[in-house]
């Protein structure tokens, strides 16, 4: 009986920590699919639409590299709440076609996995939440403490960076990043009106 | 053979049989440690999510970069408060001192607060033996000459209002190893309650709690036909407001703060005390004292001794039995009259009349920021009020964070059974969570008994630190039918515009709690207002003169508390009349102008009155936007004050700073108000190490694979920016891969242990 016990605790640990894990993965592509869908609606409709009813954040850019195949809506904010769901777009960075740098962060087990897949010289796509959609070029990458990233919020260009943590296949937690940089090729004048949310 | 066998294996078997128990047990307790572990980030990570995150708190940009032991490598700032009060109204000189003790080129950003009634009209900037005064320009002009200024190398010093209570001195080009003063002065009425007169001075902005822009409102009036407008974020301007906060636990303290006061009140002095610094003073006659901190002010760990990190506050009474009731001064400004009158009307005491029944709504603020001393202080007045109703009162009790809970659907009667229970849970509250006001205040201004003839009051206890006061002014103006709101501020920086204007739009008073010594005197106070009637139906007719009167809708007044006018008039003659009723009997006192004293800077006040007259008037849609904006426009001009649409704006001629050389930006960090629980307001703290001062981004010097394509430099951008370390990057990485392999782990010890078992049995 002490055997069977011990086992039963062991595996009931086991299934709860295993079911965990499964969870956060199974929450992140559900969250997907439902902001796939308030993207697309946002888009047509002009105005703010919540993925789900409870939501304290909304789609806000589609981030998608044609070459590997990968696509990924990104919310408003990066807190540990929003990037559960997908992307965050990291507060006060500029938005995607603004003058300044798009910051958008997310997890590397997660929905930006694809990152270090990603080479220079790719495209990447981003649509913003007004149906714009901008190309931009990777052109550089680098590995970064979080609170030395060397991202300027005040370049002068139209510049994209992409992070998430560092090293891609680490189990725990660390201080380092990998920033993917990109700078803006098309469309050539970006200096449409931006129409807030 | 067999038995043999079995006995001379026993001492074998029975060794592996204990070994085998312990073995057992620490398996049981592996998985209980791992199911612990697993737990714990849930847990954790759901406390984070409730915990309240005001401005920016999770990219740092709240934490300034610093050292281990302080604040050696970066702007110093130290601060002078110089008061001169002279009868009814005081002037102010706050100095700043930016020392710049870095090589490179600075400019400096510092957000402070100032008292809510104060009309600052001077700006001077001190470099050197130099002095340059500021002009009062429009808020986007102001702004252009000063970015300008800073482009070309001039030093230049721009002072804006974020709110009434909350100012920005931006101080550009300011030279490696120099200093630079930067002067604001202002203008504030003294307070009066019942016999005491006080003066406050705050030091901290509490960090604030701005609600995220999700819900977007909608602003439809009837006279614009159908079309309004749709408002997104309640906070607009929330990064602002939001200055960078030092922990006091890792942090050495800053801004050290001197403060001098000469006191003049125009009639003898009784009692002069400050609540929470130790000062000196001195009395040079009966009716001067001239008050000084006895060291300079520095924040304390926990609270006691004297705080560059808690509100500095001043009371005085008379020494004549009664104070003045009635003050009466004059000013002439450009050919014009201005009046200041105090009456305060007296005080019935209708002994013999039983208190008339109330309907009472206590509202208790358990956010995070209230964390530390302010939610004890909270707990212990409403303690305190509970107490004081009586049996045929009706009551109900609501608390809130980001969250809210009623303690009973309506209100009850305060019998003994309702009041414990309503002890019990206000015992039981605890400091956590964001700050959503509005909630609240809808939930306890809601009346079910709207034609009802009992006094209903809304009692409100919090710090107000929530960055969307106009929603709450919007609140309470739509849904305040009969009742009162009293707005109690707690804590040693309570946010003072959101308590006086939230008080003014519910007809009600503002009461402010600092220390836990002051709780039971200013409750008592409180309820005395609340308990008796109050002064209404006022009214005020000049006899002989055209006059210009502010405020235009006179409140009520509750006990001991003046009627404070401020006139703009045609000529100085006749008498002012003033009528109302206090409780159920007519009460009038006539005021002859021609005996009037001298007063000084009351013409200030007078605009800066007329202003929070539009404002008003705009949250209570007797003006449109437009109007409102166009009237404060043309005071603020006219008496060169610094308002939400005007800044003051001070540029040195000669240019200083060297083409090509690059400015950094230095946002000065404030101290955390006295009391307050760090973690509990900004949550989960990011682990820094001790960080290099702002230097420029050198791509050579990180370990990348490939290095970032070569930027050129530019001249950064001041404001809400963050200094040149970059971006900060937040936590991107799940703890899925790490629960995954120890589940899949455990989940495989337990099978490997049943094979066992199994294979014992068998073999």
């Known amino acids: 009986m002490s055997r069977l016990s011990a086992a039963l605790v062991l595996a009931s640990a086991g299934a709860l920590l295993f079911g965990q894990g499964i969870y956060i993965h199974a929450k992140a592509m559900l969250a997907q699919v439902l902001l796939e869908r308030a993207f697309a609606e946002t888009i047509s409709t002009g105005r703010v639409v919540k993925p789900w009813p409870w939501a304290d954040t909304w789609p806000e850019a589609r981030i998608r590299v044609k070459r590997i195949g990968a696509s990924a809506i990104a919310l408003a904010g990066s807190s540990g709440q929003a990037l559960a769901f997908g992307p965050g777009h990291v507060e006060r960075t500029a938005d995607a076609g603004e003058r300044g740098v798009a910051v958008y962060a997310a997890h590397r087990d997660t929905h930006f996995r694809f990152l270090k897949d990603v080479a220079i010289g790719d495209e990447i796509d981003v649509t913003r939440h007004d149906g714009k959609t901008f190309r931009y070029r990777a052109d550089g990458s680098s590995i970064v403490r979080f609170d030395q990233s060397g991202i300027d919020p005040f370049t002068t260009g139209h510049e994209l960076a992409l992070t998430t943590c560092w090293p891609f296949d680490a189990i725990a937690h660390g201080p380092m990043r990998y920033v993917l940089h990109a700078t803006m090729i098309s469309p050539a004048n970006p200096m449409q009106p931006y129409s807030p949310p | 053979m067999m038995v043999g066998y079995g006995i001379a294996a026993w001492p074998f078997l029975a060794a592996k049989y204990r ?6 047990t620490l398996t049981a307790l592996i998985g209980l440690a791992a199911l612990l572990i697993a737990a714990l980030p849930f847990a954790g990570g759901a406390r984070a999510a409730t915990v309240a995150q005001p401005g920016d708190a999770r990219s740092g940009s709240l934490i300034l970069k610093t050292e281990g032991e302080g604040y050696v490598d970066a702007v110093r700032l130290g601060i002078d408060v110089d008061v001169t009060v002279s009868g009814p109204t005081l002037r102010a000189r706050v100095t700043q001192v930016f020392r710049n003790t870095t090589k490179d080129w600075v400019e400096g950003i510092y957000v402070y607060p100032l008292p809510d009634g104060g009309a600052v009209d001077t700006l001077k900037m001190v470099i050197g033996d130099r002095v340059v005064v500021g002009d009062i320009k429009e808020r986007q002009q102001a702004r252009v000459v000063y970015e300008q200024a800073k482009q070309n190398g001039q030093k230049a010093a721009l002072t804006e209002q974020e709110r009434p209570n909350i100012f920005t ?23 009066r309650s019942v016999d005491q007169f006080s003066l ?11 609600p995220a822009p999700v819900v977007q409102t909608v602003d439809l009036r009837a006279s614009d036909n159908g079309w309004g407008t749709a408002t997104s974020d309640p906070v607009p301007d929330r990064d602002r407001i939001s200055p960078p906060v030092l922990d006091p636990k890792d942090h050495a303290p800053v801004n050290p703060t001197t403060i001098s006061i000469r006191l003049q009140a125009g009639f003898p002095l009784g009692d002069v005390k400050s609540h929470f610094h130790n000062v000196k003073i001195d009395s040079p006659d009966r009716s001067t004292r001239v008050i000084t901190l006895a060291t300079p002010a520095q924040p304390s760990g926990e609270g006691q001794g004297e705080g560059a990190d808690r509100d500095f506050e001043l009371t005085w009474t008379a020494a ?21 009158a105090y009456v305060t009307p007296p005080a019935v005491n209708d002994a013999e009349q039983k208190p008339l029944p109330r309907e009472v709504i206590f509202v208790i603020d358990n956010s995070g920021s209230m964390g530390g001393t302010s939610i004890v202080q909270a707990k212990a007045s409403l303690l305190y009020a509970l107490g004081r109703l009586q049996p045929n009162d009706r009551f109900n009790v609501i608390r809130f964070d980001h969250t809210m809970d009623m303690l009973f659907a309506d209100v009850v009667p305060a019998d003994s059974g309702h009041l414990a229970q309503a002890k019990d849970f206000v015992t039981a509250l605890q400091a956590q969570g964001g700050t959503e006001m509005i909630p609240p205040m809808r939930a306890a201004l809601t009346d079910h008994n709207a034609d009802g003839n009992t006094v209903r009051q809304v009692v409100f206890l ?8 106009q929603q709450l002014f919007d609140t309470i103006t739509s849904m305040r039918g009969r009742s009162r709101v009293f707005m109690v501020g707690i804590g040693s920086a309570p946010n003072t515009y959101l308590m006086t204007r939230a008080a003014e739009l519910g007809r009600g008073t503002f009461t402010h709690i600092g220390s836990a010594e002051q709780v039971e005197s200013r409750m008592r106070e409180l309820f005395g207002k609340l308990e008796s009637p109050a002064v209404t139906q006022l009214s005020v007719t000049f006899s002989d003169t055209k006059a210009d009167m502010t405020p235009v809708a006179l409140p009520d007044l509750y006990r001991g508390e003046p009627l404070v006018l401020a006139a703009k008039l045609g000529k100085l003659a006749g008498t002012i009349d003033i009528k109302g009723r206090i409780g159920d009997r007519p009460w009038s006192v006539t005021l002859p102008l021609a005996n009037a004293a001298e007063g000084k800077g009351l013409s200030k006040l007078w605009a800066r009155r007329k202003i929070t007259d539009a404002e008003v008037a705009q949250t209570i849609r007797t003006l449109t936007a437009d109007e409102a904006n166009k009237t404060i426009l043309a005071l603020a001009l006219e008496h060169q004050l610094v308002t939400r649409l005007t800044s003051l704006v001070a540029v040195d001629k000669t240019v200083t700073r060297p083409a090509g050389e690059p400015l950094k930006v230095s946002e000065l960090p404030l101290n955390l108000p006295a009391g307050w629980d760090f973690e509990k307001v900004f949550g989960e703290r990011p682990k820094l190490g001790p960080a290099a001062p702002a230097i420029e981004r050198r791509a050579e010097e990180r370990d990348g694979r490939v290095r970032i394509a070569a930027r050129g430099v530019s001249p950064v951008v001041s404001a809400g920016s963050q200094a040149g370390q970059g971006v900060v990057l937040p936590t991107t990485a799940t703890d899925a891969e790490w629960k995954m392999i120890v589940g899949a782990m455990l989940m495989a010890f337990a099978v490997v242990l049943l094979a066992c078992r199994r294979r014992r049995v068998f073999g």
């Open chain 2, 19 to 24: 070994l085998y128990q312990r073995w057992r």
């Open chain 2, 200 to 210: 406050r001075i705050p030091m901290v902005v509490g960090p604030r709690y701005n």
């Open chain 2, 320 to 340: 004549a039995e009664k104070a003045p009731s009635v003050g009466l001064f004059r000013e002439q400004v450009a050919g014009s009259d201005y009046l200041l």
């Open chain 2, 462 to 469: 919090t710090d107000g630190c929530i960055g969307n006061e």
């Open chain 2, 169 to 191: 001195n931006s101080v550009a080009n300011i030279g490696p190893g120099e200093t630079v003063l930067v002067q604001i002065e202002y203008q504030e009425p003294v307070h």
